[in-house]
């Protein structure tokens, strides 16, 4: 019984015990929505209804974008074995989660998100931070991962990181809408904040920003 309401209360929110590491709940295997009519009724907004998101959703949403999966079993182009296409086999993607309690870095392979800070750090990541929205997700990329054929030109690297985070938000934003989420995806952040407000690596940089929250 003890256990059940544990996991009752994790498919609640996900940010009642902010201050330390989170353990997402499995990501859900069906949707009931179908992706020709998610695309047809994908919500863009910069206003949103202050409202947390479940962490059974928020575990979804994130496995969509940046989660696990079996390397490509019919080609094999990539053995970095996450949702979105990688060049070579290192997936040098990562997505940060903020709220107005803290910030977080989602791990895939163990559906977790490492505690990074306390408090809202949003408006330190971009000034196009919205109050209301109730996650704002940051893509960064790892450039010590870059393919060791791109070793010498960095430039195409970093457009192939935009490419790649694109693909990632592209998936998130389609399935938060089918939790009637609206997203926006912004280049509008600085560099320095984000790396400061997150203690980002030498060779980790920021790309942009997806900010999501209910409309209603």
């Known amino acids: 019984m003890k256990g059940f309401l544990v996991s009752l209360l994790l498919a609640v ?21 179908d992706l020709l009519q998610a695309i ?18 928020l575990s979804t949403i994130l496995w969509s974008g940046l989660g696990m999966r079996a390397a490509d079993a019919v080609s094999s182009a990539t053995k970095a074995g996450r949702n979105i296409s990688f060049s070579g086999d290192n997936a040098y993607i990562n997505v940060y989660v903020l709220t107005e309690k803290g ?9 977790k998100l490492d505690f990074i800070a ?3 750090l949003r408006a330190t990541v971009s000034k196009a931070s919205v109050p209301d929205a109730a996650i704002m997700f940051l893509f960064t990329v790892d450039n010590a991962l870059m393919p060791s054929f791109l070793k010498g030109n960095p430039g195409i690297f ?10 990632a938000a592209q998936n998130m934003a ?14 509008t952040l600085s560099p320095a904040g984000a790396a400061s407000a997150l203690g980002l690596g030498k060779d980790e940089a920021p790309l942009f920003i997806m900010q999501a929250g209910y409309t209603e």
């Open 158 to 167: 970093q457009q192939m990181a935009n490419a790649t985070a694109g693909f």
């Open 103 to 111: 910030a977080w870095k989602y791990i895939p392979d163990t559906y």
């Open 40 to 57: 047809k009724d994908r919500r863009v907004s910069k206003a949103f209804v202050k409202r947390e998101v479940p962490a059974s959703e």
């Open 13 to 33: 929110t996900v940010f009642g015990a902010f201050a330390q590491d989170i353990e997402l709940p499995r990501p859900a295997v069906k949707s009931g929505i």
């Open 174 to 187: 389609l399935v938060a809408n089918t939790y009637k989420l609206a997203t926006v995806v912004q280049y």
């Open 118 to 120: 306390k408090g809202d």
